[in-house]
């Protein structure tokens, strides 16, 4: 039996190499995600009788978002956009702005989740609660993000 004996430097050296393999795995691992562009949707909040303003639309989504339980993380009413995030498995993360374009209110919104598909309906949802609360309707914009 011939046997060699390995020197320290190749021990070290084998050691280098499989951490480099290990860790270029565990980076290859979170590369491989899956990239998935947000859903968005854009309706006209049009109301049913009178007028709305745009700030009404704000206020009513803010307060839309926290009785759903969201945590509104900012809210600007002066350029009416807010950001907004729901703990859930996969998390939920919202942008939603209001604007008024040729006279007509409207209201995006804009979620992301992880990746993962949003359930279906559930930004229409938020869109269609927002104008109830508001005694309007939703008209969608085709086409808008």
Same mark, same amino acid.
């Given at each position: 039996?011939?046997?060699?004996? &390995?020197?320290?430097?190749?021990? =070290?050296?084998?050691? #280098?190499?499989?951490?480099?393999?290990?860790?270029? $795995?565990?980076? #290859? #691992?979170?590369?491989?995600?899956?990239?998935?562009?947000?859903?968005?949707?854009?309706?006209?909040?049009?109301?049913? %009788?009178?007028? $709305?303003?745009? /700030? /009404?639309?704000?206020?009513?989504?803010?307060? +839309?978002?926290? !009785?759903?339980?969201?945590?509104?993380?900012?809210?600007?009413? *002066?350029? !009416?956009?807010? *950001?907004? %995030?729901? &703990?859930?498995?996969?998390?939920?993360?919202?942008?939603? =702005?209001? %604007?008024?374009?040729?006279?007509?209110?409207?209201? %995006?919104?804009?979620?992301?989740?992880? #990746?993962?598909?949003? &359930?279906?309906?559930? $930004?229409?949802?938020?869109?269609? !609660?927002?104008?109830?609360?508001? *005694?309007?309707? +939703?008209?969608?914009?085709?086409?808008?993000?």
């Amino acid at each position: 039996m011939n046997m060699r004996k &390995a020197s320290p430097r190749s021990l =070290w050296q084998r050691l #280098g190499l499989a951490t480099l393999l290990a860790g270029l $795995l565990v980076l #290859g #691992g979170c590369m491989n995600q899956p990239t998935h562009a947000p859903d968005s949707r854009t309706a006209v909040i049009a109301p049913n %009788s009178g007028t $709305l303003t745009s /700030q /009404q639309v704000f206020v009513t989504l803010l307060t +839309t978002l926290a !009785e759903r339980g969201f945590i509104i993380e900012r809210a600007d009413p *002066d350029l !009416e956009r807010l *950001d907004a %995030s729901y &703990a859930a498995r996969p998390p939920l993360a919202l942008e939603a =702005w209001v %604007s008024e374009v040729n006279g007509q209110i409207r209201l %995006s919104v804009s979620g992301d989740s992880n #990746g993962a598909d949003i &359930a279906p309906g559930r $930004l229409d949802n938020l869109l269609v !609660e927002v104008a109830v609360a508001l *005694d309007a309707r +939703t008209v969608p914009v085709i086409g808008a993000p």
